[in-house]
């Protein structure tokens, strides 16, 4: 998603909360949609939860318009909010289901089945490298390094999302960028 | 964008820059994933740095590695999502003004089946499943009592009137013929009445009852969903019967507990005292199946025969009728299992000594946490509230 379309998120978010502009609501959610449907991914294997827990934060909107106010970043704000309901709706699931089935909500940056497989692709041992050292990474910095790079998010951003310093932000980073590079250097000359 | 101008600028920016360096760059990350730049911005960078390839290409793949694959759900199945979001928040809105109406359809609905002449209780069990959150009488002009005063009395007499008598009002209502009324008791409740053959009923938690108001005709019939327990009045003119969505039970004189609760596919009958006999509702030419005192028929799941068992703590299956639980040596699962059902709340157990043995008595409270927190004290166990969701752990 580019800058310069996300700040027009803003103002439509502006037109929602100050005129009621449902419309605007709707634009929101349908190009928001599939943003937290990933990032809900990351945490989770339960579509079921992942979904739910979008339609409960929009509702939430829908239900206390004269309560929200205006935001910096649309997104960040969308991720955060999400972020809190889906912790919320898994800790539901993991109360009353014993099974073992939902007590993953730790975040893993490639996580599903798909983005494992990397056949034939030229740089495969890259990428493998890559997936290698992240998976060994705690999972905080895991999202920190996906909220990063794989949604362009800044450091003051990230730290407001995740509620931590932004010097914590640029460390993990720091490292985390070092380790890769390190990791695939040796995987290269190999 | 791709001016030449551009292209100077971020090769000067760039030619001092290391791998890591240039993943960290702002600059560079927006340019690998496409928010700035063209589509051969990088190709250009190296063309004009070759002796930094290796590096730029090394963060380029990094940079692209890091990018995950994304679920795109259709266009459609969000729009549809949206709708039903936008519909939930509409009809919450209306939701008081929707449920005031239906409640005058209903009646008016009630009031249509039951003033037809013929009624019978089958035209009166169509009606609904059980709603209401206080014990209801229903009456047959539809009007409704909300009994949530206790303690009260409710007695039938022979003449189709009804004596009640509350904590601070008593009235003996109109008489009626060939109609039916019908006593919901919702989950976590009891209730009891007099009938006007003298029989009483006493109702478990989650049950209705449907019953004329005086016995007219050759025999006495009603129609019982959920649990009760009957001490039926002798009058060998006339039979009395308890009709439910599995079976039909003939009564000669007796005091006996009538399970039919659908939800859970349980129709037991356990007799105490006297005689009955059941007969399946699902073959027409059925043998009526006797029952002797102490035993328990429990009816298959296809509702076609019974299991006739013996029971040694008869007691203890109808101990609701004097507002308790009892257990004798009952594992705590159990225990628990038979309180979900009383008050129809989940409750999850997380409990890794289940040899943990129960033996006694368990006021039901109105409140089901009061009943939970009491046990909890006992057994030396815990428990979580969560969205009238229960958890047991130690």
């Known amino acids: 998603m580019k800058l310069t379309k996300l700040a027009s998120y803003n103002i439509l978010w502006e037109d929602y909360i100050k005129k009621g502009s449902e419309k605007a609501l709707s634009i929101i959610y349908l190009d928001f949609y599939d943003h937290l449907f990933n990032y809900g991914l990351k945490h989770t294997k339960n579509r079921e939860v992942i979904e739910d827990s979008i339609q409960n934060i929009f509702s939430y909107f829908l239900k206390v318009r004269k309560n929200l106010g205006p935001v910096n970043n649309l997104f960040g704000y969308l991720l955060k909010s999400y972020r809190n309901q889906l912790f919320h709706e898994l800790a539901k699931h993991n109360k009353f289901i014993s099974t073992e089935e939902f007590s993953d909500s730790d975040f893993e940056y490639f996580r599903s089945q798909e983005q494992n497989i990397i056949d034939q692709e030229e740089n495969h041992i890259i990428k493998s490298s890559i997936q290698k050292s992240i998976s060994l990474l705690p999972s905080k910095q895991q999202e920190i390094i996906y909220l990063r790079f794989d949604c362009g998010f800044s450091y003051p951003d990230i730290s407001v999302i995740l509620n931590i310093s932004v010097e914590s932000c640029h460390k993990t980073i720091y490292r985390a960028i070092r380790t890769i590079r390190e990791d695939v250097k040796i995987k290269i000359r190999l | 964008m791709g001016s030449e101008f551009f292209n100077d600028f971020i090769v000067e920016r760039f030619k001092a820059l290391n791998t890591s360096e240039l993943i960290l760059n702002e600059t560079f990350r927006k340019i690998v994933t496409c928010e700035i730049g063209e589509d051969d911005t990088i190709k250009i960078l190296i063309e004009k740095l070759p002796a930094k390839k290796d590096e730029i290409s090394l963060a380029y793949e990094i940079l692209k590695g890091l990018q995950t694959p994304k679920v795109q759900n259709t266009a459609e199945k969000k729009k549809q999502l949206w709708n039903q979001l936008k519909t939930a928040e509409k009809s919450s809105q209306l939701f008081q003004h929707l449920a005031a109406s239906l409640l005058i359809l209903f009646i008016i609905v009630t009031v249509f089946y039951l003033s037809q002449t013929s009624t019978t209780i089958e035209d009166v069990t169509f009606s609904n499943e059980i709603d209401s959150n206080e014990i209801t009488l229903i009456l047959a002009s539809g009007e409704q009592f909300i009994l949530n005063k206790k303690p009260y009395k409710i ?238 752990y130690q």
């Open chain 2, 155 to 392: 007695k039938h007499h022979s003449d189709g009137s009804f004596f009640y008598a509350g904590n601070k009002s008593k009235f003996r209502s109109a008489t009626v013929k060939n109609v039916f009324y019908q006593m919901i008791v919702p989950y976590g409740k009891r209730s009891d009445l007099l009938l006007s053959d003298g029989t009483k009923v006493w109702l478990n938690s989650g049950s209705r009852l449907i019953y004329p108001p005086a016995f007219e005709g050759k025999f006495r019939e009603v129609f019982l969903e959920g649990e009760a327990f009957f001490e039926v009045a002798k009058d060998l003119e006339k039979p009395f019967y308890v009709k439910t969505d599995a079976f039909r039970l003939r009564v000669y004189g007796t005091r006996f507990d009538v399970r039919a609760y659908k939800k859970t596919n349980d129709f037991t009958t356990s007799l105490v005292e006297g005689k009955i006999s059941l007969t399946p509702n699902q073959r027409l030419l059925a043998k009526e199946v006797f029952l002797l005192p102490n035993q328990k028929a429990i009816s298959s799941t296809d509702h076609k025969t019974f299991k006739i068992n013996e029971v040694h703590d008869l007691e203890n299956m109808y101990s609701w009728v004097d507002g308790y639980l009892s257990f004798d040596n009952e594992s705590i699962s159990k225990v628990i299992q038979n309180i979900s059902h009383y008050y129809n709340v989940p409750i999850g157990i997380k409990i890794r000594n289940n040899d943990l043995k129960i033996t006694g008595k368990l006021e039901l409270k109105d409140e089901v946490e009061r009943v939970i927190s009491g046990l909890m004290l006992l057994t030396k166990t815990k428990y979580l509230k969560d969205n009238n969701k229960f958890l047991i």
